[in-house]
């Protein structure tokens, strides 16, 4: 492997300066403050999610107690918020922690090879503002790539689109000036962003159609919080915090575990909320009853039912049925109907994309994902000194980046002090292989044969549990005779020389 000596070194790199990237360094900042760190990333701004997407009405689907970091309180008064003020509190984390001096942003991380010799990752970076190729080492790779290709969206070949006269655009490139005032729009999706866009457009469009092919559980929630509202007038900002934290954590995981243990008792429950919130006598089996039991995929969280209130009033309605093909005006649906449509939006999903389209390569050796297999979920068998962010499914995404960070600086903390060098997951006793996210969405089941396995007990199963997450990366013991297989097989350089620190 070529590595250039002259090539500007780091301790941790961390690729992507969104929600998790920044969350990553504000901790390295904090608990390994003597560990040099930069953050590549390679849109020219930070945010990622909260910055790429601009689609009217963006926001959260789950609320900020547990979105937002552990270590720093969401004080706004809404729980579920919109996405300018997601990324505000991403700019003013990373403004407060003082870590904005080490993103640098138009940095496209292509590859990362590691040198077992040296025990060090020697990257390729891509600038993406002026073309050039730089390289950097580090001794550590912090991925915190999300979880989805940012250059384009997952959208169908419906036929006949060329023919449809007006624009068909995708939630993710959504244009600047679209005027969709007394529009008639259909929004072909039954997802997050679908059900986050209907009430919006529909409060200055002439009509909004949310066009699915099936249903999706939908959940009505306060975009307040009333026991927030109470405590933050009491206590302190941060113990107020931590409680609602906990409070919303654990709600959430109980309603988890009731869907997975009763399904038909939760599937009632939404049903009767539903029909609450709806007009008399509305399909609600047909537009609101999946066929897949709660959490087998994602729900959708509506606030303040904002997406009911739009049906009651006649400004949105639901269409479950097929996009036969697209005419000129409008589209042609499989039961023969046709909806009559001025605009299209195609929310219909991301295209995953695992570490952030990078190519790994261990002693040239490139590595195969889909051959790794998922250490606490947050590390690859077989790769060294590597961590990798992926949230949670069933809960907020901020909850597990948060663990796998505090997670990292206890690592490198424990390998300071017991001169290791090197860490590799070794999962040569693993024999299940299951596949990394048990969802059933579309999104998730297109890229699953390119995604880590998971094993099926610990450390290789991914609960998806916080508070067993909590016992496994944030109190749990560092050293449990997988990670460390290469215990010190190379060389202690300066940098990895004994430091004392709690571990
Ligand atoms: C519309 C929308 C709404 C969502 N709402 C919620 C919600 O309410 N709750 C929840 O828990 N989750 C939600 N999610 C999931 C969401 O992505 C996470 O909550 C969170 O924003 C992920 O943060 P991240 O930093 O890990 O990834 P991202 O926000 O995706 O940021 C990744 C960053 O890495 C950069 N990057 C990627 N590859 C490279 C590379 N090779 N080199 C350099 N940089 C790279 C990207 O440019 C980007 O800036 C939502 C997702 C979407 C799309």
């Known amino acids: 492997m070529s590595t250039s000596d002259s090539s500007p070194y780091t301790d941790v790199l961390i690729v992507g300066a969104g929600l998790s990237g920044v969350g990553a360094a504000c901790q390295l900042r904090r608990d390994c403050p003597e560990k040099s760190v930069v953050v ?8 990622g999610t909260w910055d790429l997407f601009r689609y009217p009405g963006i ?4 609320d900020m107690f547990t979105l937002g970091y552990r270590f720093r309180p969401w004080t706004e008064a809404k729980s579920i918020a919109d996405g300018p003020s997601i990324l505000n509190y991403i700019h003013d984390t990373a403004r407060e922690f003082d870590v904005r001096r080490l993103i640098r942003v138009n940095h496209r991380v292509a590859s990362a090879k590691w040198n077992s010799a040296e025990a060090r990752w020697t990257v390729e970076v891509q600038r993406t503002d002026t073309g050039e190729t730089v390289t950097m080492r580090c001794a550590f790779l912090y991925v915190c790539s999300g979880y989805y290709r940012y250059d384009e969206g997952f959208s169908p070949t419906f036929p006949g689109v060329e023919r449809f006269s007006g624009p068909v655009i995708h939630p993710q490139h959504w244009p600047d000036r679209l005027d969709y005032r007394d529009k008639r729009v259909v929004v072909i999706g039954s997802g997050a962003t679908a059900v986050t866009l209907v009430p919006t457009l529909a409060s200055s469009a002439a009509h909004v159609t949310m066009l699915q092919r099936s249903p999706t559980y939908v959940a009505s929630r306060p975009a307040r919080d009333p026991l927030a509202d109470r405590l933050r007038a009491r206590l302190p900002q941060k113990l107020a915090y931590a409680i609602v934290r906990w409070k919303n954590t654990l709600e959430g995981m109980a309603i988890f575990q009731l869907s997975r243990r009763r399904p038909d008792y939760v599937k009632s429950m939404l049903r009767k909320a539903a029909i609450a919130q709806l007009p008399d006598g509305y399909e609600v089996d047909t537009h609101f009853a999946p066929s897949y039991n709660p959490w087998d995929q994602r729900m959708c969280l509506v606030p303040d039912g904002d997406l009911f209130t739009a049906i009651r009033e006649g400004r949105a309605s639901v269409v479950t049925d097929h996009v036969e093909e697209f005419t000129e005006t409008g589209i042609k649906l499989a039961s023969g109907a046709e909806l009559p449509a001025d605009i299209v939006v195609s929310a219909t999903g991301l295209n995953m994309l695992a570490i952030g389209g990078m190519a790994l390569e261990v002693d040239g050796r ?3 994902l889909s051959k790794t297999v998922s250490y606490k979920g947050m590390m690859l068998s077989g790769v060294p000194n590597f961590a990798w962010t992926i949230g949670y499914t069933n809960a907020s995404w901020t909850l597990k980046a948060d663990l796998v960070a505090q997670y990292v600086c206890r690592l490198l903390a424990h390998m300071d002090r017991h001169g290791h060098a090197t860490v590799t997951p070794d999962a040569s006793r693993v024999t299940a292989h299951h596949p990394f996210l048990d969802l059933t969405s579309g999104y998730v089941q297109r890229s699953m044969d390119l995604m880590p396995k998971q094993g099926d007990r610990l450390p290789w199963r991914l609960h998806q549990n916080y508070v067993r997450d909590v016992a ?7 050293d449990d005779d997988v990670v460390f297989a290469a215990r010190s097989a190379v060389p202690v350089g300066p940098r990895q020389q004994v430091r004392q620190r709690v571990g």
């Open 40 to 47: 590549l990333e390679a849109r020219d701004a930070i945010g």
């Open 472 to 478: 496994l990366l944030r109190r749990g013991p560092i």
């Open 366 to 368: 490139p590595v195969d």
């Open 59 to 62: 926001r959260s689907d789950s």
